[in-house]
């Protein structure tokens, strides 16, 4: 006779604790192994069909509350870009206006000697003249004395609201 040590709690079978097959005499008859796992077999497949398809309606939801946000934050970014693009360009058109003593008469002017003069100490921009963010130039007017500069905004046209809006310092 073999005496097995017991370290405590309800023994396996007995006051309420389903048998395991490992509890279970094992009978050469019945055909049975002793084993530790439990009576049910777990499932190691995959997804089905639908927890993928409730995944991807979460997804959409998701992706219908946050996008209006992500474009809203690049026009923004875009309108930013402008403002900081017109302070460059009007911190050069000042730099050849100190040099030549007037404003250029274009924004070429910035980047090659289009006025003759031997003051010329440019070019005042690294590169060349930008375009705003939409791909339109910039609007340019200058009387030599006072300058306007200035995007049309997305749609490229005078006037607009919103993203079309006109924009300048």
Known sequence: MQLHRFSGGPLPGVGGMPPTLSTQAASPS???????RPLYRRRTQGFT???????????????????PNLF??????????????????GSALDAYRLDVGQYP?????LMRNTSG???WNGP????EVP???WGNAYVYESTGRDYTLLSYGADGRPGGEGNDADISL
């Open 30 to 36: 019945r055909g049975r192994r002793s084993t530790s």
């Open 49 to 67: 069909i639908i927890e993928l398809l409730i995944v991807m309606a979460i997804l959409g939801m998701l992706a219908v509350m946050v996008a």
């Open 72 to 89: 809203n934050q690049a026009d923004g970014a875009r309108r930013d870009a402008v403002l900081s693009q017109i302070s460059s360009l």
């Open 105 to 109: 008469d274009s924004l070429e002017g």
């Open 117 to 119: 003069r031997s003051t």
């Open 124 to 127: 005042y921009l690294r590169g």
């Open 131 to 133: 375009s705003d963010p």
